[in-house]
């Protein structure tokens, strides 16, 4: 499996795409159900911190306001060199999708009680910044458990397969 993940990740640079963060926590709390890839609307100060790396969504979620879709709770910490013409870190940034696409999130929340989390935030080839959400459904402690069981298995397996 690992080899997978490995050309994968080449496959990924050699795309253009830079992964700028990963939110690992959402694939172990929630069962990613639908993908999408929205655009956000950031200042410039945010996309000169994003080039450098600096993003937190471990904490971060989707929501409706209106008819739109807003990331919340994302901290983009401030860029030193942008003085005083610096961007808060924590505030609402709008999602961009097309029309059908939000709809498909609002029915997904209000009507079968999942949830939008943000799964990771990368550069796209022609150097937009995106950000992969997903319709999820909370895992119970049970799926939880599963889930570390088979990493570990998965794990204690490919080292069973090295030593040989």
């Known amino acids: 499996?690992?080899?997978?993940?490995?050309?994968?990740?080449?496959?990924?640079?050699?795309?253009?795409?830079?992964?700028?963060?990963?939110?690992?926590?959402?694939?172990?709390?929630?069962?990613?159900?639908?993908?999408?890839?929205?655009?956000?609307?950031?200042?410039?100060?945010?996309?000169?911190?994003?080039?450098?790396?600096?993003?937190?969504?471990?904490?971060?979620?989707?929501?409706?306001?209106?008819?739109?879709?807003?990331l919340f709770n994302s901290n983009v910490p401030e860029y030193r060199e942008a003085n005083r013409f610096n961007h808060?870190?924590?505030?609402?940034?709008k999602l961009l999708l097309h029309a059908k696409e939000i709809k498909r999130l609002a029915i997904g929340v209000l009507r079968e009680g999942l949830t939008i989390v943000p799964v990771k935030m990368f550069f796209n080839p022609r150097g937009r910044v995106k950000v992969d959400i997903a319709l999820a459904k909370g895992k119970k402690v049970a799926d939880k458990r599963d889930t570390i069981k088979t990493r570990d298995w998965n794990r204690e397996k490919s080292r069973l397969l090295r030593e040989k």
């Open 1 to 70: 499996m690992s080899s997978k993940a490995g050309g994968a990740k080449t496959a990924r640079k050699q795309e253009g795409i830079k992964v700028v963060a990963d939110n690992r926590r959402a694939r172990f709390d929630y069962e990613l159900l639908e993908h999408f890839e929205a655009g956000i609307e950031l200042v410039g100060s945010e996309v000169k911190s994003l080039r450098t790396g600096q993003i937190n969504l471990a904490e971060a979620y989707a929501a409706m306001k209106g008819d739109e879709l807003f």
């Open 88 to 93: 808060e870190p924590k505030r609402p940034r």
